[in-house]
């Protein structure tokens, strides 16, 4: 199987930050990663597909990059809404999701 | 609008069975690929099984396999999950999510991807 580890596993952050998450596979995973966000309560959105695709509708100021086993997400400047957890997930064989990463003000 | 929903869950003891359903809508369910996807409560997002759009290939996680088995009806816009053996560790939200891929009818299918649409889940708790 391979694991997912994403740092760090809280962020404390203010609005108008830059902040970058890392998550690292046990194995390559090629450029098959996505990103998603989740607010309590709520599923899980998805955010960035295949490393650095932006889904439609995400605010440009998210972005991925990375390859292999080593990724990261960033939002440019935070916004108030971006507060929530974020999880990656590798999709190269079958699936599996990073622990998460919340980020909090 | 792509809308999923599910139903089926609820309060069962260990090693006992449920049968989750969800009835997809707003976009042609034959063609694209499902999954399930569970969250324990306060944890982080766990992959479940996925099936093919042709209902031909399955997948599941190693904690899952032997005991849940994954399907669909093409003929009712409706993916199942028949969860067998329940455990205590089974205790969470159930998802419902799609794969986002196009597929035709003879189409090969690669393998579970990443889930453009999600359901709101249904809950499981596994207690004696």
């Known amino acids: 199987d391979i694991q997912l580890t994403q740092s760090p596993s809280t962020l404390s952050a203010s609005v108008g930050d830059r902040v970058t998450i890392t998550c690292r596979a046990s194995q390559s995973v090629s450029d098959w990663l996505a990103w998603y966000q989740q607010k309590p309560g709520k599923a899980p959105q998805l955010l960035i597909y295949?490393?650095?695709s932006l889904e439609s509708a995400v605010p440009s100021r998210f972005s991925g990059s990375g390859s292999g086993a080593e990724f990261t997400l960033t939002i440019s400047t935070l916004q108030p809404d971006d507060f929530a957890t974020y999880y990656c997930q590798q999709y190269n064989t079958f699936s599996t999701f990073g622990q998460g990463t919340k980020l909090e003000i | 609008e792509v809308q999923l929903l599910e139903s089926g869950g609820g309060f069962i003891q260990p090693g006992g069975s449920l049968r989750l359903s969800c009835v997809a809508s707003g976009f042609t369910f034959n063609s694209h690929a499902m999954s399930w996807v569970r969250q324990a409560p306060g944890k982080g997002l766990e992959w479940v099984s996925s099936?093919?759009?042709?209902?031909?290939?399955?997948y599941y996680a190693d904690s899952v396999k032997g005991r849940f088995t994954i399907s669909r009806d093409n003929s009712k816009n409706t993916v199942f999950l028949e969860m067998n053996s329940l455990r205590a560790e089974d205790t969470a939200l159930y998802y419902c999510?799609?794969?986002?891929?196009?597929?035709?009818?003879?189409?090969?299918?690669?393998?579970?991807?990443?889930?453009?649409?999600w359901g709101q889940g249904t809950l499981v708790t596994v207690s004696s």
């Open positions: 999510a799609r794969d986002p891929h196009y597929y035709e009818r003879n189409s090969y299918f690669r393998g579970p991807s990443f889930f453009d649409y």
């Open positions: 099936v093919s759009h042709s209902d031909v290939y399955t």
């Open positions: 295949k490393t650095s």
